[in-house]
């Protein structure tokens, strides 16, 4: 229950920091694509050296199912950190909501991902390409056998920094189902109908990775 906590704290964190900077500061044309890239970045970085040292700091679904594949973790903490990070991301889309409620802003424009100019099926191949980079680095570096854990928060925020800058203008950067789920509900109409693909592919882009690190990178015990 510790780790489910954790993992709805870090999430929230995640989730809300990130779209409320990328809502706030004025989407691309404002804080700029770099400046949304960071924040989510960064929150990383400070979730890891905090709840990281309860949970792992996974905060996204397609992470947590990925070390449950390599079994780093065991099924019934999949459930738990799964459940704490849907959890953790509706509130925090509910809070930005308030927030911009309460101060008279648009509220159609939670950070929610969307097709952008592809089709789904594009739109699927974009986010399992991001979620695969994203998980197998994360695989990788927190290994017993090959990773670094003092430096793992780091490389970690840094990675999905570098995803949001090529991801950003494609899709608005998923990765997670977690992160795209709870705008995409308060947002509703188009964001709502498209949320599947920010859901299967990054689940998708996790299992691979899991895979890859596992057989090809030599990464399990």
Known sequence: ???????????FILVFFGTATAVLGGGMDGIGTTGIALAFGLTIIAAA?????????????????G????????????????????????????ALLSILNASGRETTNLGQNGFGDFSAFGALTVEIILTFIFVLVIMTVTSAKKGNAKLAG???GLTLTMIHLVGIPLTGTSVNPARSLGPAIFAGGEALSQVWVFIVAPLIGGVLAALVSKYLLDTEE
């Open 67 to 94: 070390m449950w594949v390599n079994k780093r973790i065991s099924t019934m903490d999949l459930i738990y950190y799964i459940v704490g990070q849907i959890i953790g991301g509706l509130i925090a889309s509910l």
């Open 154 to 156: 780091i490389v970690i």
């Open 49 to 65: 050296y905090s709840i990281g040292t309860i949970s792992g700091a996974h905060l996204n679904p397609a992470v947590s199912l």
């Open 1 to 11: 229950m510790k780790k489910a906590i954790a993992e709805c704290l870090g999430t």
